[in-house]
């Protein structure tokens, strides 16, 4: 006897595979939050993953709720959180170099030195990155007469 599968239960079957596949995909993401070694390793796995998993959902309740007005609205908030969370992580990730967040012993920095080198980078000693560039020039640092 073959199966007869009507519209409504098709478009939930569909919902809930792409719901639970991104439950999996923020389950990985949180796990590999919990379990890599380093900020670097642990921040890209949270991004790729959250973000995936975050678009899957969104999309799987695009489908069942069927309605144009919901559906162009999660498309909306798919594609900005997929062009804001890459972004962020980037930001994030320059802000912890910059401050000197150390690296897994085990990663491989040798095109990155290139790049320390190129950014002068390797020289600063500071957690803020603009007042090192004022002390080398020979300035005040911005507060550091008591004003601020």
């Known amino acids: 006897m073959p199966l007869s599968w009507d519209y409504n239960t098709l478009k939930e079957v569909i919902s809930c595979v792409l719901i639970l596949s991104g439950v999996f995909f ?29 678009g899957l959902i969104l999309l799987g309740l695009g489908i069942y709720f069927n309605q144009p007005d919901i559906l ?15 972004v962020a992580a980037h930001v ?17 920095l040798s095109e990155f030195k290139e790049y320390l080198q190129k950014e002068n980078l390797d020289k600063i ?11 080398r020039q020979g300035e005040k640092p911005s507060g550091a007469d008591g004003n601020v």
Do not use: C
């Open 26 to 54: 923020m389950l990985v993401a949180t796990i590999g939050l919990l379990r890599f070694p380093d900020f670097y390793i642990r921040m890209s796995a949270i991004t790729k993953g959250s973000t995936l998993g975050l």
């Open 72 to 86: 162009l609205k999660v498309l909306a908030i798919i594609l900005f959180t997929f062009i804001t969370a890459p």
């Open 92 to 108: 994030i990730g320059r802000t912890a170099v910059q401050n000197r967040t150390p690296f897994w012993e085990k990663t491989n």
């Open 125 to 135: 000693k500071s957690h803020d990155k603009y007042e090192e560039e004022e002390i």
